[in-house]
């Protein structure tokens, strides 16, 4: 009898091209599909809640999955996490319903962005963070970042997706948008009901440059800054009913 399996799982991105299945390179999906399907003994797809881009980490990220074996799911936590490299854990495995889907069902996305601002990155941080030391007006960046709540068209902060996987409308609601300095670094969290390609990145790229005193913080810009490196990105929760 056929099982869905939804899992949440934890990723550094450094050493992959992104979520997506890609020939002949390492993605997060690739990595996921080949230790299932060996499991199932046949072709699994796993589906996500969002493409993350190459690069980019994931604290919680849920994708889904349909089997056919009857392990429990504890257990092919502990079988899979044995099998994934060390940049891959799955932290929870869990029966859903028949037709669960993580990003159809999803209702929110939660991503942070850091920025290191001290003059030296300690090389610890440097794989999770943008080092940004150059000055910057951080309390206008604060109030620029409140800008980018609730319902907006956000076509000039999205890349051009030739997938055909987003839908044509690139109006997104976003229901908290905060800029913060925590200690040597500013932290960037964006909570929504969905993302486009680059949105985040671009996001923060605009920041950048409103800090830098090149954009009106006080409406939304027509035209995204330079879009941020991927690294400082991390997918932090997706929520259901």
């Known amino acids: 009898?056929?099982?869905?399996?939804?899992?949440?799982?934890?990723?550094?991105?450094t050493d992959y091209h992104g979520w997506q299945l890609q020939r002949?390179?390492?993605?997060?999906?690739?990595?996921?599909?080949?230790?299932?399907?060996?499991?199932?003994?046949?072709?699994v797809r796993v589906e996500a809640s969002g493409r993350t881009d190459a690069g980019v980490h994931a604290v919680a990220q849920v994708a889904?999955?349909?089997?056919?074996?009857?392990?429990?799911?504890?257990?092919?936590?502990?079988?899979?996490?044995?099998?994934?490299?060390?940049?891959?854990r799955l932290?929870?495995?869990e029966e859903a319903h028949a037709e669960f889907h993580p990003r159809f069902d999803a209702l929110a996305k939660t991503y942070r962005y850091t920025i290191f601002r001290d003059e030296v990155c300690p090389p610890i941080e440097w794989r999770y963070v943008y080092h940004h030391p150059y000055p910057l007006d951080e309390a206008v960046m604060m109030a620029a970042a409140r800008v980018y709540e609730g319902e907006h068209?956000?076509?000039a902060f999205a890349a051009a997706d030739h997938s055909g996987a987003e839908p044509a409308s690139k109006v997104r609601t976003i229901f908290n948008s905060v800029l913060e300095r925590e200690?040597?670094?500013?932290?960037?969290?964006?909570?929504?009901?969905?993302?486009?390609?680059?949105?985040?990145?671009?996001?923060?790229?605009t920041l950048?440059?409103?800090?830098?005193?090149?954009?009106?913080?006080?409406?939304?810009?027509?035209r995204s800054g330079r879009t941020a490196p991927a690294k400082g990105l991390t997918m932090v929760s997706v929520e259901y009913v």
């Not at 999955?65 to 940049?87: G, H, V, Y």
């Open 1 to 13: 009898m056929s099982r869905r399996i939804r899992i949440t799982l934890a990723y550094d991105g």
């Open 24 to 43: 002949g390179l390492p993605t997060i999906q690739g990595t996921v599909e080949e230790i299932v399907s060996g499991i199932e003994g046949g072709p």
């Open 64 to 88: 889904a999955f349909t089997i056919e074996n009857p392990i429990p799911p504890e257990n092919l936590r502990r079988a899979m996490n044995r099998l994934l490299p060390a940049s891959v």
């Open 91 to 93: 932290l929870r495995v």
């Open 153 to 155: 068209d956000f076509t």
């Open 183 to 205: 200690g040597n670094k500013l932290i960037y969290t964006v909570r929504g009901n969905g993302f486009l390609k680059h949105m985040v990145r671009n996001i923060v790229g």
């Open 208 to 222: 950048i440059e409103t800090g830098r005193g090149n954009v009106d913080w006080r409406t939304l810009p027509e």
